[in-house]
């Protein structure tokens, strides 16, 4: 469990430097330079997502089950995951009338697969896991409306609706592979056998 937390928090403590130390970004930047400091984010991003997937792993075999969710929760998450995956979809292309309203589409994505997961998963290193993320999405969403309030170019500027249909079409398609096999390979579990 202690692999999964030390990933938790270099992945998730990384993202939320600037919310914590705003500052920090900017004077990393100037010193560093751009691309460099781009580089050493990626870098750090990564190896806190190396540390979560392993230690997730690791904790999921010898943790307990905190609450057992009713089947019905694993239908709702799989509805949940059909919208999750259209607003990571608009968050990744130039803005369409999804990303205007939702604002932070990707944020929003994280924040509804943090949520469905939390539904359809009751055993310890997935509500540590889940809950950590969803958390980050509140956190990250309430400082985005403050940086907005604040006159910083944090939204979205509508370019077409076709971008909307594109990120329908690609949110449905990850969708689709994800359910019927993706999340199998990748996780070791189907989402269709749990529902």
């Known amino acids: 469990m202690g692999l999964l937390v030390l990933g938790i928090v270099v992945l ?12 920090l970004r ?5 010193r560093l330079g751009k691309p460099t400091f781009i580089v050493l ?16 792993g690791q904790a999921r075999a010898v943790t307990g089950l905190l609450y057992a969710p009713p089947v019905f929760l694993k ?17 990744f292309l130039p803005a369409g009338r999804i990303a205007v309203k939702t604002r932070h589409p990707q944020v929003l994505a ?10 359809a998963n009751g055993e310890t290193a997935s509500v540590l896991l889940f809950g950590a993320f969803l958390a980050w999405g509140v956190i990250a969403r309430i ?18 609706p076709r971008f909307d249909v594109m990120a329908i079409a690609l949110g449905l398609l990850a969708y689709v592979l994800f359910v019927l096999k993706l999340h ?7 989402p269709i056998a749990l529902s």
């Open 12 to 23: 998730l403590g990384v993202h939320l430097l600037r919310i914590v130390v705003p500052g």
């Open 26 to 30: 900017a004077t990393l930047i100037a």
């Open 41 to 56: 984010y990626g870098l750090v991003s990564l190896a806190g997502l190396c540390l979560v997937v392993v230690g997730f």
């Open 75 to 91: 239908h709702v998450a799989l509805l949940l995951m059909l919208p999750a995956f259209i607003c990571l979809a608009a968050g």
């Open 110 to 119: 994280i924040k509804i697969w943090a949520l469905a997961h939390l539904l």
């Open 143 to 160: 400082s985005l409306k403050r940086r907005a309030r604040a006159g910083e170019d944090v939204l979205p500027v509508f370019r077409s």
């Open 184 to 190: 199998e390979v990748l996780i070791g579990v189907s």
